[in-house]
């Protein structure tokens, strides 16, 4: 069964740093998304991403963070300075929208600011 | 009003229990409707559409009620494997942004 895959599973840096969170969306997926989830709160909507442009983007989603299809495969987050309340699960999901726009995710990968 | 709304439980129920979630929603132009499990720090996992005529899939069985706003997910004859964290999600009106509720913890107990 296809898959969404995000690289690395845990990155640690320091405050102030540039991190890249790294994905591959399933292999037809148009769609793709970001989502963060802070430990014991809810998954929350970062941004969403079709035909290589943002189509929608929350308050969260500020001038630091930025995503991109840089190939016909990954889809990336790059957040340019971490801030301590960036720490969280950063989850990728893609879907095919048609007819119903189910969304899958990946692993997540967990972002620790120090 | 909370956009998602569920009861945070925990739901303790013995195996082969019947078990009811709930969740109301607040955008009424919401088109979308599902049900994710998510285990202790895992990925959401998508369980199942919701559709205005009801739908099932095994023992799980998703309401929509549009007038009401109202979702709910009843599982029967609960299995250990059932324990996580269900995920009432809509989508935010015409697009593709999904909300989530805070969730309802369930624990099936031998």
């Known amino acids: 069964e296809p898959e969404v895959t995000q690289t690395p599973s845990h990155q640690v840096t320091q405050m102030g740093q540039e991190v890249i969170l790294r994905c591959v969306p399933i292999s037809n997926h148009l769609y793709f998304y970001w989502y963060r989830q802070i430990l014991g709160q809810k998954v929350e909507f970062l941004v969403s991403f079709y035909n290589n442009e943002i189509s929608e983007k929350s308050e969260i989603f500020d001038d630091q963070f930025s995503v991109e299809r840089p190939d016909g495969s990954n889809f990336t987050l790059k957040i340019r300075s971490t801030k301590l309340e960036d720490s969280a699960m950063y989850f990728c999901?893609?879907?095919?929208?048609?007819?119903?726009?189910?969304?899958?995710f990946g692993p997540g990968t967990r972002l620790t600011v120090l | 009003r909370k956009e998602v709304e569920q009861d945070p439980g925990p739901f303790n129920v013995p195996e082969g229990a019947t078990v009811a979630f709930n969740c109301t929603y607040s955008n009424s132009a919401s088109q979308s409707f599902f049900w994710y499990r998510q285990d202790c720090r895992k990925e959401p996992k998508l369980l199942m559409s919701?559709?205005?005529s009801g739908n099932e899939d095994g023992r799980f069985t998703a309401q929509l009620n549009r007038a009401s706003q109202y979702i709910s997910l009843l599982i029967r004859d609960s299995k250990l494997s059932d324990s996580a964290t269900y995920l009432c999600?809509?989508?935010?009106?015409?697009?593709?942004?999904?909300?989530f509720g805070t969730g309802t913890r369930l624990q099936v107990f031998p």
């Open positions: 999600v809509v989508n935010d009106g015409n697009t593709d942004k999904l909300i």
């Open positions: 999901a893609s879907s095919a929208r048609s007819p119903v726009n189910e969304q899958f």
């Open positions: 919701v559709y205005s």
